[in-house]
């Protein structure tokens, strides 16, 4: 019996093809966040800022920890970012009701508004490319991405979905 020649990898796991995936992928994220850096610069804000809007606004009364977490920031750039949104009127920050060392976010009517306009931006681009490509390609799309991020952080993305 011959021994079997190594199997060629797939066409879509060769360098080629995962190079243009990386490409695909940063010049998308690029087009997609330069939308909301036109709104953010209007408002003296950059990426940061509206990386915790997006978090509170998908979970109000988020902690600060739990913040923390999903941005993956020292708590000194997250304090200087929840500081300056605090100060604008953006953000507002409750203890817990159960643990009194909680500090909980929420946006204010004024951060909802910011981080609606801010969405709004994005998800033009997002419906039009997710409707140019089909369900099946979107289903897809987003199985590739959670593919990219690590199993233990996975519950802390599921949560966002509510």
Same mark, same amino acid.
């Given at each position: 019996?011959?021994?079997?020649?190594?199997?060629?990898?797939?066409? *879509?796991?060769?360098?080629?093809?995962?190079?243009?995936?990386? %490409?695909?992928?940063? *010049? $998308? +994220?690029?087009?997609? @966040?330069?939308?909301?850096?036109?709104?953010?610069?209007?408002?003296?804000?950059?990426?940061?800022?509206?990386?915790?809007?997006? *978090?509170?606004?998908?979970?109000? =009364?988020?902690?600060?920890?739990?913040l &923390?977490?999903?941005?993956? @920031?020292?708590? +000194?750039?997250?304090?200087?970012?929840?500081? /300056?949104?605090?100060?604008? $009127?953006?953000? /507002? !920050?409750? !203890?817990?009701?159960? =643990?009194?060392? +909680?500090?909980?976010?929420?946006?204010?009517?004024? $951060?909802a508004?910011?981080?609606? =306009?801010? *969405? =709004?931006?994005a998800?033009?681009?997002?419906?039009?490319?997710?409707?140019?490509?089909?369900? %099946?390609?979107?289903? $897809?799309?987003?199985?590739?991405?959670?593919? &990219?991020?690590?199993?233990? %952080?996975?519950? +802390?993305?599921?949560?966002?979905?509510?």
């Amino acid at each position: 019996m011959a021994a079997s020649a190594p199997s060629a990898p797939a066409l *879509f796991l060769r360098e080629p093809e995962l190079r243009r995936g990386m %490409e695909l992928l940063y *010049f $998308g +994220q690029s087009h997609l @966040i330069r939308s909301i850096d036109r709104g953010l610069a209007a408002q003296g804000l950059g990426r940061a800022h509206h990386r915790a809007l997006y *978090f509170i606004a998908r979970q109000p =009364d988020l902690t600060v920890s739990d913040l &923390l977490a999903l941005l993956a @920031i020292t708590k +000194q750039s997250l304090g200087r970012v929840l500081t /300056e949104l605090a100060e604008r $009127g953006y953000v /507002e !920050t409750r !203890t817990g009701e159960r =643990d009194r060392r +909680q500090r909980l976010l929420r946006l204010t009517p004024m $951060g909802a508004a910011l981080e609606s =306009d801010l *969405f =709004d931006a994005a998800r033009e681009k997002m419906s039009a490319a997710y409707s140019r490509a089909g369900p %099946e390609a979107v289903a $897809g799309y987003w199985k590739v991405l959670e593919g &990219l991020i690590p199993e233990d %952080e996975m519950p +802390q993305v599921e949560r966002l979905r509510g």
